[in-house]
């Protein structure tokens, strides 16, 4: 998976590579990315592993019948890995993405689970469905970048556009908030021209692969 992910452009990245992370700029996310220095795993990034299935199946109560039992972790058409499944978008090869989840035969939709801390609700513009159906603008602009980029790769993957990704995100307590990030074409097109110019410079194997700029990222909330 790591050999997969290399090589190409990870929706998981997206928004560290274009300076929306607030945990560090493109050139930290290149460096562990390029596997030149090592990614410094933590309890919370275990951990979050580790409820993932968990939480999913709390979203899935709190959602009721509309997920149903359709819902399985990363696995789609003979995967031989249903643990982690990347997907390759076959119409941009240097773009990929590893949902959490995807449930639907046809459609393909992903779940992104999110295990955060409690203080991390301060990063949230609020509760799923408080400024209308949809919630692209109630969430870090770094899951919105990465929920957008999942839904590029499964269009290509499955031939049918995703209206939208749900974005489960648990702080703590019984009940998850279900974000619900619609497509949005526009910030797609955007983001698939930067994302070529970052692969293309820093990341293609037959390319330069010079190192990041950071001089335009600044520490963010």
């Not at 990063?123 to 603008?137: E, I, L, R, V």
Request: include cysteine; charge should be positive; charged fraction near 20%.
């Amino acid at each position: 998976q790591q050999g997969i992910r290399r090589v190409r452009f990870p929706a998981s990245s997206g928004g560290g590579f274009l300076c929306y992370s607030p945990y560090g700029g493109p050139l930290k996310h290149w460096q562990v990315h390029m596997g030149l220095v090592p990614f410094e795993g933590n309890a919370n990034t275990e951990g979050g592993h580790d409820f993932e299935e968990a939480i999913a199946a709390a979203a899935r109560h709190q959602m009721g019948v509309f997920w149903g039992a359709r819902c399985r972790p990363r696995t789609w058409k003979g995967s031989t890995d249903p643990s982690d499944d990347t997907l390759i978008d076959p119409r941009n090869e240097w773009l990929c993405a590893t949902p959490d989840f995807v449930f639907g035969q046809k459609d393909g939709t992903a779940i992104q689970v999110k295990n955060h801390n409690s203080y991390m609700r301060n990063a949230y513009g609020g509760f799923p469905g408080s400024k209308g159906q949809w919630d692209n603008n109630l969430v870090p602009a770094t899951y919105l970048i990465q929920c957008q980029f999942e839904m590029i790769v499964l269009h290509g993957f499955t031939g049918t556009p995703q209206l939208c990704v749900y974005l489960v995100s648990h702080f703590g307590g019984s009940t998850p908030r279900v974000y619900v990030i619609r497509r949005d074409k526009r910030m797609q097109a955007a983001l698939l021209k930067k994302a070529w110019k970052f692969w293309a410079r820093h990341i293609d194997p037959e390319g330069p692969m010079t190192p990041p700029d950071d001089s335009t990222w600044k520490a963010r909330p």
